[in-house]
């Protein structure tokens, strides 16, 4: 697996999705590997965002707690938290945000039977949509 995540492609799809999160919204990195299927992981998605390239907006993927995962890598400490607050994203006095309001869901094609219990897609908007 360590070799797949030096290949720039597997890389490039992860920053692809991270790209397309807006302002204000954020992403989980489990929800990133959910979305990009077998061979990626919340750890590996985390690892490609470590050297992710200028322009990729990497403040915006948290943990699933909607917690910063940053503290120990990027100085200073509240760097990431900062970045989110300036879009009007909103952290709890445990530097927590509420992913049931900031989570970006992108829309995707239709979904597989499996994916409409997504932990990260809402049956109601996977109902709504024409197949």
């Given at each position: ?7 720039p492609k597997y890389r490039e799809r992860v920053y692809s999705i991270v790209r397309r999160i807006p302002a204000g919204r954020v992403m ?101 949509r024409k197949r």
């Amino acid at each position: 697996m360590p070799a797949q995540r030096e290949n720039p492609k597997y890389r490039e799809r992860v920053y692809s999705i991270v790209r397309r999160i807006p302002a204000g919204r954020v992403m989980t990195y489990g929800q990133i590997a959910e979305l990009l299927g077998e061979g990626y992981t919340p750890r590996t998605v985390g690892f490609c965002m470590h050297s992710s390239p200028d322009g990729t907006p990497w403040h915006r993927v948290l943990n699933a707690q909607g917690k910063c995962s940053t503290g120990r890598i990027v100085l200073p400490h509240d760097k990431q938290q900062r970045m989110l607050e300036q879009e009007g994203v909103v952290f709890d006095k445990s530097a927590r945000c509420d992913l049931q309001t900031f989570l970006h869901i992108p829309k995707t094609r239709s979904p597989k039977k499996s994916e409409e219990a997504s932990l990260y897609k809402s049956k109601s908007s996977a109902r709504g949509r024409k197949r």
